[in-house]
């Protein structure tokens, strides 16, 4: 029988400050709730620039308290007015000078469920992410939403197949990985990477990306933001590679029995064989 929702992710450039980001991102949810979505995602650290291209504390500002400061405020009364239920990738001050890359999620009456604190850190050129962030400490939470289950992984964590596969474990039927990604570093596995996490675990992934260069560095973020269901084939068209675009799709989640009972990885799963695997 099938079992659709409708799903959507939004892609945009900064704008260059905070409350016309948020803003941008208040219309894209109404926009969103016009076309009958249900659930949206926005990108990673959805309401300020990649600041992680550069190293400075200036940046710290950006971050407030989950689910006590304004910006998740705001967004309740949004999700609460369209029935949505909204994840929202934000920089997170736990108290200060303990932060983390997080995203909150909230349902569709406006409620907090929880967060997901980003596992994975990463300190490379254009992506210095330790300077910021402390490793997550949430594990990998599924939340039960008025949509099904919902997982969040977030940018670097998609190079990781270990918490895709705990979320597996915890029923996820829709993961979203929202990223700030750039098309010199991680463009050839962009498309690569998700689709196989979504066969591999047997549910659907919504793959975020912010489009543009920003004036603090030069990566090239390639949007190019998508669904893709747990056969790998993309939910319609993949978004554009430069402009802002609100991707809304239909995604029958009877599919992931479909799939479950024809490949049964989750019985055959040898997890007593696994130990090695978690040896530092």
């Known amino acids: 029988?099938?079992?659709v929702i409708r799903a959507a992710l939004f892609q945009t450039a900064w704008t260059g400050d905070k409350e016309s980001m948020i803003r941008v991102h208040e219309q894209a949810v109404r926009d969103a709730a016009a076309q009958g979505a249900q659930v949206l995602c926005f990108q990673?650290?959805?309401y300020g620039p990649y600041f992680?291209?550069?190293?400075?504390p200036e940046f710290y500002a950006y971050a407030e308290r989950i689910p006590d400061g304004p910006i998740v405020e705001r967004f309740q009364r949004l999700a609460r007015e369209h029935g949505m239920v909204l994840v929202l990738p934000m920089y997170e001050e736990e108290q200060p000078g303990v932060l983390y890359n997080t995203a909150a999620v909230l349902d569709a009456d406006g409620s907090y469920l929880g967060k997901y604190r980003k596992t994975h850190i990463p300190q490379v050129r254009g992506?210095?992410?330790k300077f910021y962030f402390r490793p997550g400490n949430s594990g990998w939470p599924v939340f039960d939403t008025a949509v099904g289950k919902v997982g969040?992984?977030?940018c670097y964590d998609r190079h990781f197949p270990e918490g895709w596969r705990a979320l597996g474990l915890q029923g996820a039927e829709v993961v979203f990985n929202p990223s700030a990604t750039s098309r010199g570093l991680s463009g050839y596995l962009w498309q690569l990477e998700q689709p196989a996490a979504a066969v591999?675990?047997?549910?659907?992934v919504g793959a975020i990306n912010r489009v543009g260069v920003e004036e603090y560095g030069d990566n090239d973020f390639y949007g190019t933001s998508y669904f893709v269901d747990p056969e790998a084939r993309f939910v319609g068209e993949v978004a554009s590679d430069k402009e802002t675009e609100l991707v809304v799709r239909d995604l029958d989640l009877a599919k992931l029995r479909e799939v479950r009972d024809r490949w049964q990885f989750y019985r055959d799963r040898a997890p007593g064989a696994y130990s090695p695997l978690t040896a530092p």
Do not use: K, P
């Open 152 to 154: 969040v992984y977030i």
């Open 52 to 56: 992680c291209q550069v190293q400075d």
């Open 1 to 3: 029988m099938s079992r």
């Open 44 to 46: 990673e650290l959805f």
């Open 200 to 204: 591999a675990n047997e549910y659907f």
């Open 127 to 129: 992506f210095w992410e």
